[in-house]
């Protein structure tokens, strides 16, 4: 009974370490998912400045009607430029929603794998009646033995026969004094 207690303990204390080492990774991954979504949140706000401070074509047409400077029309942004900017900060933003959303997958996953296996444990009530099936078959294999007739042993691992009635252990070849055997 002890030894069962033990082992069924022993068993315990590894689910309780793999649900630990599960918890880490679960935690793990959704900082990662939160570090993703700030980063992603960042770049969406860097795109709507952008977009608040991007030269129109009416105001570059205005300001060459106003007959602005060329230092003032120098400092502004060619629409090439930005339309390669804004292409460029396009594929980041694609970029980062993919591995978000990858790592979304891998999170699933561990999550499913993580029901999967709690659901495959014995929880406080399948034990009991585990436990007594388990002493149930311990107490017939011990009445089987108990009922299996008994024989005598010899201290010799063989015996070889000589001309005369002499025997010899074959392991070590001491002299033992034996009745000999049968026909």
Sequence with gaps: ??????RIQATVV??????EKLSSVTGNLLDDRHQKQKDIEAL???LERLEKEKADKEDLVL???VKADKAALAGKVSRTQFDASMERLNEMIQEMLSRVKGQEQGWHQVQQQLSEE???????LELGP????LEEHWKSILERLKKAPQ????????IK?????????????RPLSMLVPGP
Aim: glycine share 8%; net charge negative; charged share 30%.
């Design 44 to 46: 969406f706000q860097s």
């Design 118 to 124: 709690m659901g495959s444990k014995l929880d406080r």
């Design 130 to 133: 585990f436990r007594q099936q």
């Design 161 to 173: 026969k000589q001309l005369l009635a002499h025997f010899h252990c074959v392991s070590c070849d």
């Design 63 to 65: 300001g060459i009607d």
């Design 1 to 6: 009974d002890e030894e069962l207690l033990k």
């Design 151 to 158: 024989t005598e042993a010899d201290d010799a691992a063989g």
């Design 14 to 19: 590894q689910v309780q370490g793999d649900y």
